[in-house]
């Protein structure tokens, strides 16, 4: 049997998952999103190759496109998710599972504004989605089937590494891998800014700043089991060479607490959002 998906809000997550489908071998004809304007429908219409309602052209466009869809994802901002879900509520299959990316939105805000009994999963995942190499962290949410939950991660799969988790943890996990790309295109922002202040063309700064960037990761991810990072960085730290130099200077300037601390904000900052919603 084909899935039918509905993408409601086809911004930067849901288009980078989409991407991924699309990527993945998911045909275009069992996806339909939704925008708010006519433009942007038209816009990532033409971009992703798929139907793309729009609100401003029908106030119907997201129960529309939810009332097809065996799998339903939510990918507008934190605060629109629950009225998302009221609006949906009344049109959705009764088995169609609800899938929302939205950082800090709980299952429990969700499962209370749809249907008793609506399958739920409360997903975080990451922009590389969109190259068939994501992180999603799945949350089950109470009425959702064992069965539904291994369909979505299956689905998800083919474009990333997923891992069912606890909800109590998906907040960790949007520290590390939710807002973690950001972390490497700053790196990547800076290690190519010094080549430029060094002399060197941007382009070729930019271009080795992000080739090292994924040959360290594809590192990290073909030494598994084997050489973990610690040790991959010291293969590259000759004793009073020029590594070392360098990391030293992290050190002094205290980068990695400073790397710490700034996933733990982020952490902290979706528990924070949830508070907010609570009201
Ligand atoms: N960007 C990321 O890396 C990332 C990662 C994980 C989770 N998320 C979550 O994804 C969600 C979306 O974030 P984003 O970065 O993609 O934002 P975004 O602004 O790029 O995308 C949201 C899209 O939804 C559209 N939209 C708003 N209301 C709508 C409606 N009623 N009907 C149809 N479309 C509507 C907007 O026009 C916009 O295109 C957030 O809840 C965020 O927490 C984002």
Do not use: W
Request: glycine residues 10%; proline residues 4%.
């Amino acid at each position: 049997m084909m899935t039918k998906i509905a993408m409601l809000g086809l911004g930067s997550m849901n288009g980078a998952i989409l991407t991924g489908l699309l990527g993945s071998g998911v045909p275009t004809e069992d996806v339909v999103g939704t925008a708010r304007s006519a433009a942007s429908a038209q816009q990532r219409s033409q971009q992703y190759g798929v139907t793309v309602l729009s609100e401003e052209h029908d106030d119907a466009a997201n129960t529309t496109a939810a009332a097809q869809a065996d799998v339903v994802f939510l990918g507008v901002k934190p605060h629109q998710i629950v009225d998302l879900c009221s609006g949906i509520k009344d049109a959705l299959q009764p088995q169609a599972v609800v899938v929302s990316v939205a950082a800090a939105v709980t299952v429990e805000m969700m499962e209370s504004a749809l249907a008793p009994g609506q399958p739920v999963l409360r997903a975080m995942p990451n922009t590389p989605m969109s190259v068939g190499a994501g992180v999603v962290g799945l949350s089950p949410g109470s009425a959702v089937g064992h069965d539904q939950t291994e369909m979505v991660a299956q689905l998800l799969g083919a474009a990333g590494s997923v891992h069912v988790l606890d909800e109590q943890q998906i907040d960790a996990l949007t520290g590390v891998a939710g807002s973690g790309p950001a972390y490497a295109f700053y790196l990547a922002e800076h290690m190519a800014a010094a080549g430029v202040e060094m002399g060197l063309d941007p382009e070729l700064a930019a271009d080795l700043a992000a080739q090292t960037i994924y040959g360290a990761g594809k590192m990290l991810i073909e030494n598994r089991g084997q050489n973990d990072a610690a040790q991959l960085r010291r293969n590259v730290t000759s004793p009073n060479g020029t590594t070392q130099k360098a990391i030293e200077t992290f050190d002094a300037a205290g980068m990695d607490a400073t790397i710490r601390a700034g996933a733990q904000a982020s952490a902290a900052r979706a528990a924070e959002i949830t508070a907010q919603l609570r009201g």
